[in-house]
C-alpha cells in the first residue's frame, strides 16, 4: 500500500511552529489509511472522451470565454458570463476557498474554476483533474500561475497535501455509472465522500452542484405530470393515478432520457438530494442545500439559442447527426428543467 509522504510544511507560508507540527502529524496519519480496493471508478475513459474531448469540440463555441460547461448563477440582468462567473464566486465562497492555501476542483473541465480561485480569491494553489486529456491540455497550455491540472479519475488521487476546501460541480453525475439501483448509487456517492472527507483539513468544507431528479426519485421524476410534481412533494401522497396521456408522456420522457444517455451523455446518471444527504452521513454536515431550476432553465436556454446557431461549424466539427443529438438533449433539458422534472443543486458540506 502506498504512503503519500510528499508534502512538506514549508508549503504552508507562514505559519507557528506548533500549528505546522499539529498539522503534519494529522496529515501523516491521514494517509497511512488503507484504501479500499474496486473495480469500478465511474464514467469510462472512453465515455469521458466521446463527450468532453469529441462533442467538446461543439460546445466551446457556445459556453463563452470562460468554457463553463454548468448552469450558471442569474440575477437581473446578467449576461451567461456574468452567471457563470457568480457561480463560480458562489463556490468559492460557500467552500470557504477565499484566501486558502490548497483548494481542489474536481472534474475541472476547462479550468475555469482554477484561475478564478487564483486570480481573483487569492488561493495559493489550486488543483484540478478531470479525466478529458483535451481539457487538461488546454488548462495547462494557458500557463496559469498557481494552478495544476492533473488527468485523473477522482478515484486514483493521490494529494501531496491536505485540501482547505473542495469544489466539485456538475462531476458526481459521473460517479454512479448508468445504475437504476439506488443502494449501489448511495455506496458510490459515499466512497466520493468518503475521499473527499480524508483529503480535507479538520473543519474543511466541499462545495458540491449537481443536475438532480426531483425529490421523488428519477422514475416518478420521469412519468408524473408536471401538475403532480409540483403537488405531491418529496414524499407523495402515494394516490397518484396514471391515465393513458400520462403514460404516453412517461414513455415519451423516458426515451428521451435514454437518447440522451446513449448519445449525449454516457455513462451518467443524476442522483437525488436525498442521495447525496445520505451518501455523506457521519462524514459530513450539511449545512447549506438549495434548488435553483431557474438557473438550469437561463442556462440552457442561451446554449440552446447559441447551438443553433452554430449548427453548420459544429456539423464540420463533429458531424450534423452529433449536432443533432446536442440539440435534442438540450430541448430534452429544457423541458425537464421546466417541468420540474429535474432540477439545480447546490450543496455545501462540512466536515465532521
Given at each position: 500500500m502506498g504512503e503519500v509522504l510528499t508534502w512538506h510544511p514549508v508549503h504552508l507560508g507562514r505559519r507557528?511552529?506548533?500549528?505546522?507540527?499539529?498539522?503534519?502529524?494529522?496529515?501523516?496519519?491521514?494517509?497511512?489509511?488503507?484504501?479500499?480496493?474496486?473495480?469500478y471508478k465511474g464514467t469510462s475513459s472512453k465515455a469521458i472522451l466521446h463527450q468532453y474531448d469529441f462533442l467538446g469540440d461543439f460546445y466551446r463555441l457556445t459556453l463563452g470565454p470562460e468554457l463553463v460547461y454548468s448552469y450558471g448563477m442569474w440575477e437581473e440582468g446578467d449576461t451567461l458570463e456574468s452567471a457563470q462567473l457568480r457561480k463560480l464566486d458562489h463556490h468559492a465562497e460557500a467552500a470557504r476557498a477565499v484566501g486558502a492555501r490548497r483548494v481542489l476542483d474536481v472534474g475541472?473541465?476547462?479550468?475555469?474554476?482554477?484561475?478564478?480561485?487564483?486570480?481573483?480569491?487569492?488561493?495559493?494553489?489550486?488543483?484540478?483533474?478531470?479525466?478529458?486529456?483535451?481539457?487538461?491540455?488546454?488548462a495547462r497550455d494557458?500557463?496559469?500561475?498557481?494552478?495544476?491540472v492533473r488527468t485523473?479519475?477522482?478515484?486514483?488521487?493521490?494529494?501531496?497535501?491536505?485540501?482547505?476546501?473542495?469544489?466539485?460541480i456538475e462531476?458526481?453525475?459521473?460517479?454512479?455509472?448508468?445504475?437504476?439501483?439506488?443502494?449501489?448509487?448511495i455506496a458510490r456517492y459515499r466512497e466520493f465522500f468518503e475521499r473527499c472527507h480524508s483529503w480535507l483539513l479538520p473543519t474543511g468544507r466541499l462545495s458540491l452542484q449537481a443536475n438532480a431528479w426531483n425529490d421523488r426519485g428519477w422514475l416518478t421524476s420521469l412519468v408524473l405530470s408536471p401538475e403532480q410534481l409540483a403537488s405531491t412533494g418529496e414524499r407523495g401522497s402515494g394516490s397518484e393515478h396514471l391515465g393513458l396521456r400520462a403514460i404516453q408522456g412517461g414513455v415519451k420522457n423516458v426515451r428521451e432520457g435514454l437518447h440522451a444517455s446513449r448519445k449525449v451523455f454516457p455513462e451518467c446518471f443524476l442522483p437525488t438530494r436525498a442521495e447525496l444527504t445520505e451518501a455523506a452521513g457521519g462524514l459530513f454536515r450539511v449545512v447549506e442545500t438549495r434548488s435553483d431550476p431557474a438557473d438550469g432553465v437561463r442556462t440552457v436556454r442561451i446554449w440552446l439559442e447559441r447551438a443553433e446557431a452554430n449548427r453548420a461549424r459544429g456539423a464540420e466539427l463533429i458531424g450534423e447527426g452529433a449536432v443533432s443529438d446536442i440539440l435534442?438533449?438540450?430541448r430534452t433539458a429544457l423541458r425537464f428543467l421546466r417541468e420540474g422534472r429535474f432540477t439545480v443543486v447546490r450543496m455545501v458540506f462540512e466536515k465532521r
Open positions: 507557528s511552529s506548533r500549528a505546522l507540527v499539529a498539522e503534519t502529524d494529522w496529515w501523516v496519519t491521514i494517509v497511512h489509511r488503507a484504501k479500499k480496493a474496486s473495480s475541472c473541465g476547462w479550468g475555469s474554476l482554477l484561475h478564478r480561485l487564483v486570480e481573483t480569491h487569492h488561493v495559493k494553489h489550486a488543483v484540478g483533474i478531470t479525466m478529458s486529456p483535451g481539457q487538461a491540455a488546454w494557458q500557463h496559469w500561475p498557481g494552478c495544476e485523473e479519475n477522482w478515484f486514483d488521487h493521490e494529494p501531496d497535501g491536505p485540501y482547505d476546501a473542495i469544489i466539485a462531476a458526481i453525475e459521473h460517479f454512479a455509472g448508468n445504475t437504476m439501483w439506488r443502494a449501489k448509487r435534442r438533449e438540450q
